[in-house]
């Protein structure tokens, strides 16, 4: 099965659960197991939590873009901003590093996807925003509901 959907909103607080939401609502067709699909909110909460967060420095005037593929047992999520980008890639994926410490932010959004999927790409510019591209295959075991 092949489907494919998008989706953009402002990036405010109040609408990362809206993404979340969306995004389990779509993946739910491929009967993904409970822990797949919070696996998957989690880690769209993630993405768009730092495009809102770090990318437009909580402006409310960026648009965080969220793109999903389904193909076969396979989602495919890639999730942009056009914001502020990242200066060290590499420094902003080690476990518990925060550029926004005052905030109380764990530093542990990139370890959390990384863990939480297959495969994660993320594509940054310094002023030309952020592109995460995250897999995950399905397991071919369904949830069990009576």
Request: aromatic share 6%; with cysteine.
């Amino acid at each position: 099965m092949n489907n494919r959907m998008e989706l953009s909103f402002l990036a405010r607080s109040a609408n990362e659960s809206f993404a979340r939401v969306s995004v389990g609502a779509f993946v739910s067709q491929l009967d993904p197991t409970l822990d797949e699909l919070t696996e998957i909110k989690t880690v769209v909460s993630e993405a768009v939590t730092n495009s809102i967060i770090h990318g437009y420095q909580e402006s409310d005037e960026g648009i965080v873009y969220i793109e999903v593929e389904l193909i076969d047992d396979t989602v495919k999520l890639v999730i942009r901003d056009e914001g502020n980008g990242i200066g060290d890639l590499e420094e902003a994926r080690e476990p518990l590093y925060t550029s926004k410490p005052e905030l109380e932010r764990s530093g542990m959004g990139f370890t959390i996807m990384e863990n939480f999927m297959d495969n994660i790409e993320v594509d940054s510019e310094p002023m030309n925003g952020t592109t995460v591209t995250l897999m995950k295959r399905l397991s071919k075991q369904k949830a069990f509901c009576n």
